[in-house]
């Protein structure tokens, strides 16, 4: 039986699962939340299948002793795409992962050329493969692994104003393919990736790219699901404030603190 306490955990690398959580928070304003982050693992884009798929295991583990939510969001596509069904098999709690949006990328382009940035670990994955091949039939994925933009995501919540040649280098990675200049349509497939959009689609007219470009994400989607996992559950009268834990060292998310103070993370604590 769900407690009303029991609360909401989300996990990330770092700030980027927030683009997740806000929806959340949006459709259950009323749930306890505890967004966790990995920040002495940073990036998983670039670590290897083996060792994103056993500290992601082993974190959730720990932290789902320590906090007994009610369900946890792996608000990372590289965490989801490499490990959800090895924590599902491990943990008790219902599990939502956060997969590359490309069923509504593939709804939403009007030339049938769309595009994915993700980070290097998550376009190799064959689950990005299953679902291009059961949503994309018949158009045109164009894939960029961009994770120099998981830095400039990060400084931008920490308040500095990000070098714009990353988002230039990104979306030039994608337009300039064969194809590319019909893409109207690009999934952001790292939840950093949603922080930076605006700049994202600045640097794609500075490339003189034509197209109006919808970008999509799974955040909305997510948010349904978890509201529909908890139907019917008790929610606490007034929730407590939100807690933000750190698997780094509680220093470096100083200059975090007032970004996640928009996001009601107000309490702070390390895994
Ligand atoms: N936010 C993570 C994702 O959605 C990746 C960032 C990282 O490389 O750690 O894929």
Aim: proline share 7%; hydrophobic share 45%; aromatic share 8%.
């Amino acid at each position: 039986m769900t407690e009303a306490s029991q609360p909401l955990l989300f996990f990330d690398t770092g700030v980027g699962g927030l683009s997740v959580f806000a929806k959340a928070r949006e459709f259950l304003p009323q749930a306890p939340v505890i967004y966790a982050a990995d920040y002495a693992g940073i990036p998983y884009g670039e670590k290897s299948e083996m060792e994103v798929a056993t500290r992601v295991c082993a974190l959730l583990g720990r932290l789902s002793e320590r906090y007994r939510p009610r369900l946890a969001v792996i608000a990372c596509n590289t965490a989801s795409v490499i490990a959800l069904a090895h924590v599902r098999a491990v943990l008790g709690i219902p599990i939502v992962g956060t997969v590359p949006a490309i069923k509504p990328a593939s709804l939403a382009t009007k030339t049938g050329v769309f595009g994915l940035l993700g980070t290097k670990a998550t376009i190799r994955q064959p689950y990005v493969d299953r679902l291009e091949a059961e949503f994309a039939q018949g158009m045109t994925m164009l894939r960029h692994a961009a994770p120099e933009l998981v830095a400039p995501a990060e400084a931008k919540m920490r308040g500095e104003v990000p070098d714009p040649a990353a988002f230039r280098s990104a979306m030039a990675g994608l337009l300039y393919q064969p194809q590319g200049d019909q893409i109207d349509t690009v999934v952001l497939g790292c939840t950093h990736f949603p922080l930076v959009e605006t700049e994202l689609a600045q640097a794609a007219r500075d490339l003189g790219h034509v197209r109006e470009i919808r970008f999509v994400d799974g955040a909305e989607g997510i948010a349904h699901r978890i509201v529909h996992l908890t139907e019917g559950q008790a929610w606490p009268e007034k929730p407590a404030p939100g807690l933000f834990v750190t698997t780094g060292a509680s220093e470096q998310i100083l200059a975090y603190r007032p970004a996640l103070a928009e996001y009601g993370l107000t309490e702070f604590a390390t895994l």
